[in-house]
């Protein structure tokens, strides 16, 4: 199974800013149940990701009542990223390898196009699980078969 199965669903996760966006536009898409805000250069690329740690722990050095911080500054830069024709066991190895929730999906050209959330991945691959086991016992028994 290939990563291209779960787009759909992962084209509606993805939530992105530009990298020059202030810090505070990222936290009010994270307070809103986003996970992950895509970070994108002025062409479209990816950039980098914000998650809820990166912004509390930006927080936590802000002086006064302003943090005028760009998310570019803030955002995480070497990011796992998959593509569509990658294989689902294989992302959701590397998201387990890495302790990732989500995973930025991206063309050949680096633009974003969706969001892999591990429940979606999880899933996808239950399904393809159960699909085999029915599949392989009615090979079995026989079924369709005569």
Not at 78 to 102: A, F, I, T, Y
Not at 103 to 128: C, F, K, M, S, Y
Request: hydrophobic share 45%; glycine share 8%; with cysteine.
């Amino acid at each position: 199974m290939f990563v291209e199965r779960v787009l759909p669903a992962a084209r509606e996760k993805l939530v992105m800013i530009a990298d020059d966006a202030p810090l505070i536009e990222a936290a009010k898409l994270l307070g809103a149940g986003t996970d992950l805000v895509v970070i994108c250069s002025p062409t479209g690329v990816l950039a980098g990701v914000i998650t809820k740690t990166d912004v509390v722990s930006q927080i936590s050095h802000c002086q006064g009542t302003i943090c005028a911080t760009a998310a570019s500054l803030v955002m995480t830069r070497d990011v796992v990223v998959c593509r569509p024709g990658d294989g689902l066991n294989d992302v959701w190895s590397q998201m387990k390898e890495h302790g990732l929730k989500n995973v930025p999906i991206t063309d050949d050209e680096a633009r974003p196009i969706g969001v892999l959330n591990a429940r979606v991945a999880l899933q996808a691959l239950l399904h393809e699980s159960e699909d085999e086991e029915l599949l392989l016992r009615d090979y079995v028994m026989g079924i369709g078969y005569r």
